[in-house]
């Protein structure tokens, strides 16, 4: 069956939200589904950068809900965030000093993993890589610094223009279809962090595996709703932390396994294993808090906007909270296996596909 897109066909506007929109499932097109969360007031979310971006969006409170399709088992946010709305998110977001690293912290080690397991299953020494999504670039810096062959498409133009000052080279800010490559021309690809966000990842998906040379690897990783914590949280009534204001779509092992096989990409690895994750230490934590800076910026300094406060809480219930956030980090640390392990079972799951041919 012809893999495409059906949500972008005909969403529908949701009155009283104009950030927002209705939509089938961007599989299968079925619009048959089981409510699963909705995301809280903006001042109940947790991390200042997202509480800053949905504080520049508009809808309602409790607008924005996640479902799971029945007939094809896709994960999204429905409704969900529109096109401009996205544009907006990252915009308002990318524009604060510091949000890069805030969003794309010291990524050294895992970037290494990334370029060492691809590197594995190629026949090239310098490959030409295409990074989709590449945010300030640096993943490509990295892989630059290996002697590859780098390029780059951003639909922050914010992050492009940050992107291509780091490298040196130019980013293109927009769609990569739009970058002229002809099909089956491309050694790599990678979508870091970037298939959640987007509107229509099934599309994505089938033209990215089309620019690939037969062997050509497509590397990306995407937010699991069939992890430990996912399925703890809902024994225990709470909402999995998965559920994000910037992520639209979510993807289990099996979902991945049947859409890639359609694409003619075989996976190579599949696995939850993070090299940057560690069990909770809450006197580490506590350090690291004392000794860091003050990060929101003063309401109008540099004319960028101030991260809105979150809801103050009672010190009792802070406390309670921060305990169960450490319960929820421990069964995410061990979800996540050992390197090599092969578990799917983390909130994470990183892919690295090759083409048949």
Avoid at 64 to 70: D, K, Q, S, T
Avoid at 168 to 191: C, E
Wanted: hydrophobic share 40%; glycine share 8%.
């Amino acid at each position: 069956m012809p893999i495409f897109s059906h949500s972008i066909q005909n969403p529908t506007p949701c009155p009283g939200s104009p950030d927002l929109e209705t939509v089938v499932c961007d599989c299968c097109g079925g619009s048959r589904t089981l409510p699963l969360a909705v995301l809280p007031p903006v001042d109940e979310l947790a991390l200042p950068m997202h509480r800053l971006g949905a504080a520049a969006l508009r809808f309602e409170p409790g607008a924005v809900r996640f479902c799971r399709c029945l007939d094809c088992g896709l994960v999204y946010m429905n409704p969900r965030l529109t096109e401009s709305a996205v544009a907006r998110f990252y915009d308002t977001v990318y524009a604060v000093k510091g949000a890069a690293q805030a969003f794309e912290s010291d990524q050294r080690r895992r970037t290494n993993l990334y370029l060492d397991q691809i590197a594995a299953l190629l026949a090239v020494e310098q490959p030409h890589v295409l990074d989709i999504g590449c945010g300030a670039g640096q993943f490509l810096r990295a892989a630059q610094e290996r002697g590859w062959r780098v390029s780059g498409s951003e639909l922050s133009g914010v992050a492009a223009e940050k992107a291509s000052r780091l490298l040196g080279v130019p980013v293109f800010h927009g769609d990569f279809r739009q970058m002229g490559f002809a099909p089956g021309s491309l050694d790599v690809i990678t979508l870091l962090s970037v298939l959640e966000h987007l509107r229509a990842p099934m599309d994505t998906l089938r033209d990215s595996a089309a620019l690939l040379k037969p062997g050509g690897v497509l590397m990306f990783n995407v937010p699991n709703p069939d992890s430990w914590e996912y399925r703890f949280a809902r024994l225990t009534g709470q909402m999995w932390r998965g559920f994000i204001i910037e992520h639209l779509y979510y993807f289990t092992p099996a979902f991945l396994r049947r859409c890639l096989a359609e694409l003619g990409l075989d996976i190579r690895v599949m696995s939850s294993w993070n090299p940057d994750s560690r069990l909770p230490n809450p006197l580490r934590d506590l350090r690291a808090a004392r000794a860091a800076p003050p990060s929101s910026p003063a309401p109008g300094s540099g004319g960028a906007p101030a991260i809105p406060a979150a809801r103050p809480v009672s010190l009792p219930r802070r406390l309670l909270r921060q305990a169960n956030h450490y319960l929820l980090d421990v069964v995410s640390a061990l979800s996540e296996g050992r390197q090599n392990g092969g578990s799917t079972s983390g909130n994470a799951l990183f892919v690295w596909a090759q083409k048949r041919g």
